[in-house]
Structures are given as structure tokens and as C-alpha cells.
């Protein structure tokens, strides 16, 4: 018989397969798992060059996958000062004025709506502060930003403009551009004028990014756009990926046949450890943005009009992807979002069964649940987001709701008790990438979520492995342990399963294995 290039022995293994679900060890050949059994079992499988990785009671699982994440185009967003300690205004002026330029720019991420303390967001605010310097600053949601008055005259900003999509450069009563500039068609007005990295210092950021994030015990991620392709291609001819991708180019609204049949040329594409594999579509944007779309307008009135302006027309674009076997993910995080696309994925008739996944689902009410688990949508939500709420509902996001839909917050617990696919994410960098922390606050979701229970230890397993390789169509292929599946594996110094969810959270990686390699080795 063949030996194995890998055998983990003095395990304790979590296959999360019904037919063996416990093992002490495990052999990998040519990346892909040929043997789980106990130590006795596999002696065979020892040959002159098998390593063998002595785990000494670390509790090995399926390698855990974040469900939805911007590991390429994130490095973009996550450019410059990093704001997501900012509290408040006095807070980010201090940040500001201590801010290192970039080419004379000032460029920040991730800073909180709530650090406005209720303010409408206005470059008057921070431009005293700067010196005349332009500055670019994402706010967390990565759904918009705020631009100083020199940013906008260098991108050519004066006034209101329209858009093929949900997208506004938000303007006073006056016409004057606040700066606050929302979704992505506006923002990336400046964003085509700031300073951009090299290639060199991208490449650099990658590898620096997937090393880190493997060290947390991560071996794959959804992708959710298809930025920086190019320089994927690039990275994983020159290296080994440490961390799995699977990419979903955006379609955006305005695609026409011609974009449409072009993203269906891109799927399979790939190499070792990334490959293109299905669209992302988004239905609305932002509730704290005044973006999602809900049934009934949020506090400020905002929230009644969906991303595509024509929701038809989404409708449309996914019916032609799924008749060419094109797999969708579409952001909704708005009630009336999640109820179009579970509408238009029932209009697929039965064909459309576990073939499509919705993002976000931060409200929705009750009648929407059981739809999941009947049409085979996957439910592909980010627990750390709650981490941007609070429980007293003082948070701009939970102000913009209201009372009722507020206390619908992240149904994790009940999307499951409904029978629905439910896999999880962070989303980084709108989220720290940290899947130990992704598997705590499944357990225990924070902010306006905490009222409502969260998904118990093998849940919050199983939606970073079982969960979320349904969600990707890779159920035959990964997210468990047995023979013949891909040999993605962590190893933690606890049972992510039985262990408190703050043990959990803190969790020493022992090992994590991507592709039958060891890309990661703890202390």
C-alpha cells in the first residue's frame, strides 16, 4: 500500500463524519485525507518519508473556513490609520491630527458611525484638524466614508450626482457635499485620485495577511468579491496560499448579457488553494448607512429603496447565472432584501435547491425563517458584527431600526432551530479575521443580539466547517474528516466544541493544515 506524506498521531479528532465521529489519528496523501482511525490502525501508513505530527492531546477538527471575508480587496479598505478604536469625535480628531500622510493624504479605516454621537456626518467636523490635507476615511460597514473638502475637488465633487446604483454623495440643504459619501459608486469617485500602494507592498500585505490569518487556526475563506485577481494569480505561482480562497466576482446593477456571460467564463478559474467559484450580488447596503432595504422606513426615513433600482432586474441576472450552473450570493440585510431574494430563488422552482446563499441577514422577521430550510437557501452570517451594538440599543444601528426590528438582530439561534444552513464569517476587514473569536460570539452574540441565544458549541463548529462547505457546494469534498476529503485540518489546544466560549476565543493554535501542508505550527 502507499505511504502517506503526513500522519497526526496522539490526537483527539472531532471528524464531524456520523460514521466514525471520534479518532485519535489520521494519515494525508497528496493533500486528501486516506485513512482516520486510531494509532494501531494506520501504523501501515508510516513509509521512510512520512512526517509524523505528534499533536499530544490537541483536539484536531475539520479546518475551519470563514464564510465570507475580502482578504484581497480588503487590503485596500484596511489602508491607513486604523480608526476602529475611535469612540467618539474628540477621539478621531485627536487620531487625525497625529495621522501619518500618505503622499499628503490621510487615509483611515474602520471607524464606528457611533463615534459621531448622533451627528450627521460632515467633513467640518475633522477639517480643522488636518491642515488641508485630503482625507479618505472608511467607516466600518465598508459601505461608505467620509472625504475632506480637498479630497473632493481633487476626485471633481461639487454636488449631487446619479448613479446606476444605490449609491449618494450626500449633500446639505445647500447642495454643498458633506463628504459623507455612500456605497460604492460614489466613494469610488476618490477612491480613483488617493494614493495606491505598489505591487511590491500589496504582494507583501497578502502573504502577510494569509500567514495570519492561518496562525488563528483559518484554512479557507469565501471570498466575496473578485478583487486583486490578478495579483492572487500571482502570489500562488510564487508561494504556497497558507489559507484556501474561493472567489465571487461582483454583478453589479447595469450587467447586461455580455458582463453576465463574462462571469460565467471566470468560474473554475484558478490554482493551488484559489479558485473562482460563483457571483456575489447585492440587494441593499447598510443599515446604519440608511442603505438596506426594509419593509417600512427606518427612523430617518431612509431604507425603502433596494440597491439594483430595478429589483427585476436582479432577478433577471440570477436566473441567467443559475441556468449556466452559476452559483449566487447576494448581500441582504434589510427585511424586504432577504424577502426579494428568497422570492427569487423559489422562482427558480426546484433546480434552485442549495445552490444559492443570502449575506448578512442582520433583520428579519419570523415568517422568513422557515423559507430558508424550504428553498435550500444557505444563511451566511458574521456574528463579530454585533460586536458594532449595543445592548441598551443606544447604537446608531439600533436607533435607525427601532424597537421591533432592532430586537430581531442576527437570528443565528433561530435560523438554525428552523432547519436552515447557517455558515459564519467575519467579513474582514469590517471584522477582525480572527475564526476563534467567529466561533466565541456564535456562542455568545453581543450588542442588540445578546438578548436572544446563540448556537451552542457544535454549531458554531459546524458553521465553520459542515455549514459552510454546503454553503460553498463543497459538502462531497470538505468540512469533514474522513477519507477522500480535502486534508484542511486545525488543532487547537481546547475542544471548540465543550470549551467556554471565552477559552475558545482565546484557543492556542497547535497546527493548521491546508492542503495536506502545514502552514502553521504553535508552540
Not at 130 to 141: H, K, T, V
Not at 293 to 315: E, K
Not at 354 to 379: K, S, Y
Not at 430 to 450: C, E, M, N, Q, Y
Request: overall charge negative; proline content about 6%; glycine content about 12%.
Amino acid at each position: 500500500m502507499p505511504t502517506a506524506d503526513l500522519v497526526f498521531a496522539g490526537a483527539r479528532v472531532r471528524t464531524l463524519d456520523p460514521d466514525r465521529p471520534a479518532a485519535t489519528a489520521l494519515a494525508v496523501t497528496g493533500g486528501v485525507i486516506t485513512a482516520v482511525g486510531d494509532e494501531p490502525d494506520l501504523r501501515d501508513w508510516r513509509g521512510p518519508h512520512t512526517e509524523v505530527v505528534r499533536l499530544d492531546g490537541a483536539h484536531l477538527v475539520p479546518g475551519l473556513v470563514d464564510a465570507h471575508s475580502h482578504p484581497v480587496w480588503g487590503l485596500e479598505m484596511a489602508t491607513g490609520a486604523d480608526l476602529s478604536g475611535v469612540t467618539d469625535l474628540a477621539g478621531l480628531r485627536a487620531a487625525l491630527a497625529g495621522a501619518e500622510r500618505v503622499d499628503g493624504w490621510v487615509l483611515g479605516h474602520g471607524l464606528d458611525h457611533n463615534a459621531f454621537e448622533g451627528r450627521a456626518i460632515d467633513r467640518s467636523l475633522v477639517e480643522d484638524v488636518l491642515g488641508g490635507a485630503p482625507a479618505f476615511l472608511r467607516l466600518y460597514d465598508g459601505h461608505s466614508a467620509l472625504a475632506t473638502g480637498t479630497a473632493l475637488t481633487a476626485a471633481g465633487v461639487t454636488g449631487p450626482r446619479s448613479f446606476a446604483q444605490r449609491s449618494e454623495i450626500v449633500c446639505d440643504d445647500t447642495g454643498r457635499p458633506t463628504g459623507h459619501l455612500v456605497e460604492h459608486a460614489a466613494m469610488d469617485l476618490v477612491v480613483a485620485v488617493m494614493p495606491s500602494p505598489s505591487y511590491a507592498e500589496r504582494r507583501a500585505r497578502l502573504v502577510a495577511l494569509l500567514s495570519a490569518m492561518a496562525a488563528t487556526g483559518l484554512t479557507g475563506a469565501h471570498v466575496m468579491d473578485g478583487g486583486g485577481v490578478d495579483l492572487l494569480a500571482a502570489v500562488a505561482e510564487e508561494t504556497v496560499l497558507p489559507v484556501r480562497l474561493r472567489l465571487a466576482p461582483w454583478c453589479m446593477p447595469g450587467a447586461g448579457r455580455e458582463e453576465l456571460d463574462e462571469l460565467i467564463v471566470l468560474q473554475g478559474r484558478g490554482g493551488r488553494h484559489w479558485r473562482v467559484g460563483g457571483v456575489k450580488f447585492f440587494m441593499d447596503g447598510t443599515v446604519e448607512g440608511g442603505t438596506a432595504w426594509l419593509d417600512h422606513p427606518d427612523c430617518h426615513g431612509q431604507g425603502t429603496r433596494a440597491f439594483w433600482p430595478d429589483p427585476q432586474a436582479y432577478a433577471a441576472a440570477v436566473r441567467h447565472l443559475h441556468t449556466a450552473g452559476v452559483r449566487t450570493a447576494t448581500h441582504a440585510i434589510g427585511d424586504a432584501a432577504v424577502r426579494h431574494v428568497l422570492d427569487v430563488v423559489a422562482g427558480l422552482g426546484p433546480s434552485g435547491r442549495d445552490a444559492h446563499r443570502i449575506e448578512h441577514i442582520e433583520t428579519a422577521p419570523d415568517e422568513l425563517l422557515p423559507r430558508f430550510a424550504e428553498l435550500g437557501v444557505a444563511a451566511s452570517m458574521q456574528p463579530p458584527h454585533t460586536g458594532y451594538t449595543r445592548a441598551d440599543g443606544t447604537d446608531e444601528w439600533s436607533r435607525r431600526l427601532g424597537g421591533a426590528r432592532a430586537e430581531r438582530a442576527w437570528r443565528l439561534r433561530d435560523l438554525r432551530d428552523a432547519g436552515a444552513t447557517v455558515a459564519l464569517g467575519s467579513d474582514w476587514p469590517i471584522a477582525p479575521f480572527d475564526v476563534r473569536s467567529v466561533l466565541a460570539t456564535a456562542r455568545h452574540p453581543k450588542g442588540a443580539a445578546s438578548r436572544r441565544a446563540g448556537l451552542t458549541g457544535l454549531e458554531a463548529l459546524e458553521g465553520c466547517t459542515t455549514h459552510a462547505a454546503r454553503a460553498a457546494g463543497e459538502w462531497a469534498t470538505a468540512g469533514r474528516i474522513a477519507p477522500g476529503f480535502r486534508a484542511d485540518l486545525t488543532a487547537l489546544a481546547v475542544d471548540p466544541v465543550d470549551a467556554p466560549a471565552d477559552e475558545v476565543a482565546d484557543a492556542p493554535v497547535r497546527v493548521t493544515v491546508t492542503g495536506g501542508r502545514v502552514v502553521f505550527r504553535g508552540e
